[in-house]
């Protein structure tokens, strides 16, 4: 079996040299988290940067009233726990796996070592910009568009992001529940498990045990800009 490396091998530190990426493994901690395994959870100190070699992450913040909503799900080669660059803080969210996940990570005084390299710091600086874009195009879709509308565009983007060719379309390769949709979109369960069923019908989308192959993606784009 291949042994698994850690940091110097993701691609954010791709353009640095051997020696470099050398040093980089000598600062990683690594650690496989189980499904559902908690990475850290809101409120906990918050001192430490994350980059997943495997695995899906999802970050996700819990009302006083327990109500889940789902900030984003992360993939191999993302990042997170970044808001440890800038001043000694809690984290404002929770990191589950949702399913067996391999994290690098190193302490906020190590990765400050690696940022002094401007090929890393600018690739630091397009991620914290992406995330920025998704974040605010989530916030858009909650506020503008009614639950069919962040359906759509939430299925559309997991399928930007996690998408696999199939025969039928395109696969989106994530198990997620009808709870974990409503959980993405602000949206009750039983509001998710209709619109679904409708888009279903349409010949839209067609449901794989947990994961949702779009049949037709140009039909689910047109679903979204009705909204």
Request: glycine residues 6%; proline residues 2%.
């Amino acid at each position: 079996m291949k042994k698994i490396r850690c940091m110097k091998e993701l691609e954010i530190f791709s353009a640095l040299d051997f020696a470099e990426r050398e040093r980089i493994g000598a600062l990683a901690r690594k650690r496989v988290y189980r499904k559902n395994e908690f990475i850290f959870r809101e409120g906990e100190p918050a001192d430490t940067i994350y980059l997943i070699k495997y695995g899906r992450v999802k970050l996700f913040k819990v009302s006083g009233e327990g109500k889940e909503i789902i900030l984003d799900i992360l993939k191999e080669d993302d990042m997170f726990g970044e808001n440890t660059f800038f001043e000694d803080t809690l984290h404002t969210m929770s990191a589950q796996a949702m399913e067996d996940t391999f994290v690098c990570s190193c302490s906020r005084e190590d990765f400050a070592v690696l940022l002094k390299n401007p090929q890393i710091s600018l690739k630091i600086i397009q991620l914290l910009g992406k995330k920025l874009n998704d974040f605010t195009d989530q916030v858009a879709n909650m506020a503008f568009r009614d639950v069919r509308g962040r359906i759509a565009a939430a299925l559309l983007s997991l399928a930007d992001e996690y998408g696999v060719p199939s025969p039928e379309g395109i696969t989106i390769d994530i198990e997620l529940t009808h709870q974990d949709i409503g959980n993405l979109v602000n949206a009750s369960r039983v509001m998710v498990t209709k619109i679904l069923g409708l888009l279903k019908q349409e010949g839209i989308i067609a449901a794989r045990g947990q994961r949702i192959c779009l049949l037709d993606r140009e039909k689910l784009a047109e679903a979204l800009e009705a909204c």
